[in-house]
């Protein structure tokens, strides 16, 4: 069982910069699959990026590529999501899942949908004003 704990959500203006940090109880087994998703009003929940705890492979969606970096502190038990150029439409609620998987490839954010991550935060509010 893991249990995920957000944090770090706030206002930021567009183009500052926020850090999102998810917390594992238990630790991070290196065969989990950490992905970050959100949710805007009304629209459908969008995985953003994921990293492979075992090899640190990392993978993004385009609207993000470049801006948002994914990454783990093994010792804490944390990910963290650097949010860095942020835009408005960046602006959601912002969840951390988890998932076993065996190897990186299924780790792929972009071909991995929500319904296939079992462990799930509860969410971080961002806020992007222009």
């Known amino acids: 069982q893991v249990q995920l704990v957000e944090s770090g959500g706030g206002s930021v203006q567009a183009g500052g910069s926020l850090r999102l940090s998810c917390a594992a109880s238990?630790?991070?087994?290196?065969?989990?699959?950490m992905a970050w998703f959100r949710q805007a009003p009304g629209k459908e929940r969008e995985g953003v990026a994921s990293?492979?705890?075992?090899?640190?492979?990392?993978f993004y969606v385009d609207s993000v590529k470049g801006r948002f970096t994914a990454s783990r502190d093994n010792a804490k038990s944390t990910v963290y999501l650097q949010m860095n150029s942020v835009k408005p439409e960046d602006g959601a609620m912002y969840y951390c899942?988890?998932?076993?998987?065996?190897?990186?490839?299924?780790?792929?954010?972009?071909?991995?949908?929500?319904?296939?991550?079992?462990?799930w935060g509860q969410g971080t509010q961002v806020t992007v004003s222009l």
């Open positions: 899942a988890a998932q076993p998987v065996i190897q990186s490839d299924y780790c792929n954010i972009l071909t991995r949908p929500a319904n296939e991550f079992r462990y």
């Open positions: 990293l492979y705890i075992r090899t640190g492979s990392s």
């Open positions: 238990g630790g991070i087994d290196s065969n989990l699959c």
